[in-house]
């Protein structure tokens, strides 16, 4: 509908309502999505992002264009997976997790979906409880790191868990690596790999 003007009026942002009935105008709906993805990036949790779905049809798959994603301790491995499946940014600038007393069967399947959109900084660590005066948690198992070619940094606190080096492959972007608490297995060494 045209004003006296000849001008077409901008859409109204619509109602919304508070526990009294009350309406009130929905102003973050009515931003532009890269403004609202800059938004839920702030939160900094995973799991918070991808609840502001409830908001409404609009917000439920702005979480999955996010650049990054964090899932603080405790993550859930089998919802990093889900989470990981689901987001739908073609490059994954930005991923931390943490996990306590993970074992390689919990780490192992989402890691390859990872290394190949992974094109920033991966920050894995994984919280084991002491056992005993060394500190160590003995032999916890091993898992195979797939090639993160376009990762610039990488940390890995494993939590004494096994790691068996890609053989083929190369970290090409790497410029930052930091591993501890881990056991390397496997014929490939991490100097095939990164040097």
């Not at 859409?11 to 931003?31: H, Q």
């Not at 995973?46 to 798959?61: E, F, G, H, Y």
């Not at 979906?113 to 948690?137: P, Q, T």
């Not at 890995?156 to 790691?163: A, H, I």
């Amino acid at each position: 509908m045209e004003d006296c003007e000849g001008e077409v009026p901008a859409k109204r942002p619509k109602l919304s309502y508070d526990s009294d009935g009350a309406g009130s105008e929905d102003c973050l709906s009515a931003l532009p999505d890269n403004i609202l993805i800059n938004i839920l990036f702030e939160l900094f949790n995973a799991a918070a992002v991808a609840r502001t779905c409830v908001l409404s049809t609009r917000w439920r798959r702005l979480w999955t264009l996010l650049p990054g994603l964090h899932f603080p301790s405790p993550g859930d491995p089998q919802c990093i997976l889900l989470a990981l499946e689901s987001h739908d940014s073609p490059a994954l600038h930005f991923l931390k997790v943490r996990v306590q007393a993970g074992t390689p069967d919990s780490v192992a399947p989402w890691l390859p979906i990872v290394a190949r959109r992974l094109s920033g900084h991966l920050s894995l660590v994984n919280k084991v409880i002491r056992n005993g005066s060394d500190g160590m948690a003995g032999e916890r198992g091993a898992f195979d790191l797939p090639c993160f070619e376009k990762a610039t940094s990488i940390r890995l606190e494993l939590g004494f868990l096994g790691v068996s080096m890609a053989p083929l492959g190369v970290f090409a972007g790497l410029t930052d690596l930091f591993l501890a608490r881990l056991q390397l297995h496997g014929p490939c060494t991490l100097g095939d790999v990164v040097s």
